[in-house]
């Protein structure tokens, strides 16, 4: 019975190392996006993952804080995949980003930049505030939302708080997100 325990044990070690080996390889493989200032990193943080998010910014109609009707939003909806398509995750309410290994990463906005595309949601520098779970994003300490097409609220003309109250409106949106970590371990 120990030799088939100590096979198994030296079986198990060269696995751990080649899974270890072939995360590590994934995440220098991707390199830092050119992105405004406003919105860098700090010094130090490496690329942990990259998605690609395909979704929704919901908004509701409703009175903003200086008493003019606009649409506010409540919270983005959005799938996240790899870079061959594989769905990996989901994006939601919080901000928060799940992935499909259990592990979450809740965040603020810290720093914003407007897109190239103005008919898009700003870029965004993150930095994540909670964690769940023990994969991929349970170190993440920085996330950058770039390169979005779509997401803008619809006219604050056509929100009406008396006649709309509560209406949702569900713009599609892309964005990709890349998630950082501190190096070095």
């Not at 939003?73 to 919080?94: C, Q, T, V, Y």
């Not at 592990?103 to 720093?111: D, H, R, W, Y």
């Not at 008919?119 to 994540?128: G, H, M, R, T």
Request: aromatic content about 6%.
């Amino acid at each position: 019975m120990r030799i088939i325990t100590r096979r198994s044990s030296l079986r198990a070690a060269p696995l751990a190392a080649l899974i270890g080996a072939a995360v590590l390889a994934h995440s220098q493989a991707l390199t830092a996006p050119e992105v405004p200032e406003a919105i860098k990193t700090a010094a130090g943080e490496q690329i942990v993952l990259r998605a690609h998010a395909s979704g929704a910014q919901i908004y509701v109609c409703a009175k903003a804080p200086d008493g003019k009707s606009q649409w506010i939003l409540e919270a983005p909806d959005a799938e996240l995949f790899d870079d061959k398509g594989a769905l990996i995750g989901h994006h939601s309410a919080g901000p928060a980003w799940r992935h499909k290994d259990g592990s979450e990463v809740t965040g603020k906005a810290m720093a914003r930049s407007e897109s190239p595309d103005a008919d898009s949601i700003p870029w965004l520098l993150v930095s994540a505030t909670a964690h769940a779970g023990s994969g991929v994003l349970a170190r993440v300490t920085s996330i950058q939302r770039i390169n979005t097409l779509g997401g803008q609220p619809p006219p604050a003309a056509t929100c009406d708080p008396v006649k709309h109250k509560g209406k949702e409106a569900r713009v599609p949106y892309r964005a990709d997100y890349y998630f950082y970590a501190p190096g070095g371990t």
